[in-house]
């Protein structure tokens, strides 16, 4: 049924932007949420007074409260939803239902983070757990930290289905090739799997390269309701589907290390769009380790299960911007920015690519020269505790 039939509004993504990312040294969290938020709404087009929504999450003591204070919003919606890295792929789902039920006009989802830049000040250090309260109290005694949760993940992997560390290492050398032309992004010089094999072992089998970089930096994506798209700036890129998951916290309750939440988070986002994985231009997928690029290929249906080490060899470039799939087009978390909670960055390159706005160089061409017209954005949080996925597209 369509939404208009339903009595249910279509809704857009109509502004999206990044504050300063990389190093960034003299501004605070909150700057950043703001400078995203204002380049977004710029991007847009539209006046701040249709803002009647709003999501954050990470940062003050009532999130996302404080943050609206700062920037002198006063909505009527909001939604603090934390799952790690995929909370923004789920506020986007949460947004659109909230949107299209007519419960928000307009909501603003926005993120910014001086990781990297607090350690560098001695404000902070880098953190080996999330904590040992409640069911991690059972984990913590014996040094799981969350790499090395990640790594667990891989080696059984690897085990099962014969997946090779050059095949893990060809994630990392195809996102750094992505990235090479892209302005924005922290590290752009070419590497080769030598180079990440070769690497010091953070988490075996991970080395350095196989792993997020530390960034700072902000994003701001704005949805609104169809009826606002004619009054702005660029062209509307719509939520056609969505989906979440929630998987576990505790290793011990993982049923399958070589499955991810993205697994039931892609199926129900594929199925309410009403597409299938065959017809994606390109995807953008949460990479804080090679791994988790590996096997969200494989649980969103884009190769099958086992068979994301030859999927994703560097010698075929499926994953480079000129590839059969291409993914992570900005360079992603393992070359142009992860200051932290990274999923509303996906929905930023995701609508870039699909507006055609970035440079020629790094542009996404179907086979015909045009632009994209669908993508899929998925989001993983914790250590595979969550995912959210979405699927958009022009037109």
């Known amino acids: 049924m369509s939404a208009q039939a339903s009595g249910r509004r279509k809704v857009a993504v109509v502004g999206v932007a990044l504050s300063d990312c990389?190093?960034?040294?003299?501004?605070?969290?909150?700057?950043?949420?703001?400078?995203?938020?204002?380049?977004?709404?710029?991007?847009?087009?539209?006046?701040?007074?249709?803002?009647?929504?709003?999501?954050?999450?990470?940062?003050?003591?009532?999130?996302?409260?404080?943050?609206?204070?700062?920037?002198?919003?006063?909505?009527?919606?909001?939604?603090?939803?934390?799952?790690?890295?995929s909370t923004w792929e789920v506020m986007a789902a949460h947004a659109a239902d909230a949107i299209a039920a007519g419960h928000a006009n307009a909501v603003l989802l926005v993120y910014g983070s001086t990781a990297r830049a607090d350690?560098?000040?001695?404000?902070?250090?880098?953190?080996?757990?999330?904590?040992?309260r409640g069911p991690l109290q059972f984990e913590v005694p014996y040094?799981?930290?969350?790499?090395?949760?990640?790594?667990?993940?891989?080696?059984?992997?690897?085990?099962q289905y014969g997946t090779t560390p050059e095949q893990l290492a060809s994630v990392a050398v195809q996102a750094r090739a992505n990235a090479a032309a892209n302005p924005e992004a922290m590290f752009r010089d070419p590497i080769t799997v030598d180079d990440v094999l070769s690497g010091p072992v953070i988490a075996d089998p991970f080395t350095k390269l196989h792993c997020?970089?530390?960034?700072?930096g902000g994003a701001a994506v704005l949805l609104a309701a169809e009826e606002y798209v004619r009054d702005c700036r660029t062209d509307p890129v719509w939520i056609l589907g969505t989906g979440e998951h929630v998987s576990h916290t505790t290793m011990s309750e993982w049923a399958d290390f070589t499955v991810s939440p993205a697994a039931v988070s892609g199926r129900l986002a594929f199925e309410r769009a009403g597409v299938r994985p065959?017809?994606?231009?390109?995807?953008?997928?949460?990479?804080?380790?090679?791994?988790?690029?590996?096997?969200?290929?494989?649980?969103?249906?884009?190769?099958?299960?086992?068979?994301?080490?030859?999927?994703?060899?560097?010698?075929?470039?499926?994953?480079?911007?000129?590839?059969?799939?291409?993914?992570?087009?900005d360079g992603g978390g393992l070359s142009a920015q992860?200051?932290?909670?990274?999923?509303?960055?996906l929905l930023v390159e995701a609508v870039r690519q699909l507006r055609g706005e970035v440079a020629e160089e790094r542009q996404v061409r179907r086979p015909d020269g045009g632009l994209p017209q669908l993508a899929v954005a998925s989001g993983t949080g914790g250590w595979f505790c969550s995912s959210g996925t979405v699927v958009l597209g022009r037109g």
């Open 278 to 329: 065959d017809e994606i231009d390109f995807a953008e997928i949460y990479d804080a380790f090679t791994y988790m690029t590996l096997v969200t290929l494989e649980d969103l249906g884009f190769c099958a299960k086992g068979e994301g080490g030859p999927f994703v060899d560097a010698g075929k470039g499926r994953l480079l911007v000129s590839g059969e799939l291409p993914v992570n087009t």
């Open 212 to 216: 997020c970089i530390r960034s700072d």
């Open 143 to 159: 040094g799981h930290t969350l790499i090395a949760k990640y790594a667990m993940a891989a080696r059984r992997h690897m085990h």
């Open 338 to 345: 992860h200051p932290g909670m990274r999923g509303l960055f």
């Open 22 to 85: 990389g190093r960034v040294d003299e501004a605070t969290p909150y700057a950043l949420h703001a400078q995203a938020a204002r380049r977004a709404l710029a991007d847009s087009g539209l006046d701040r007074s249709v803002i009647d929504g709003f999501a954050s999450a990470g940062l003050g003591t009532l999130a996302p409260i404080g943050v609206a204070e700062y920037m002198g919003l006063k909505p009527t919606w909001v939604d603090s939803t934390s799952v790690g890295g």
């Open 119 to 132: 350690i560098k000040a001695g404000r902070r250090t880098g953190n080996l757990s999330f904590g040992a």
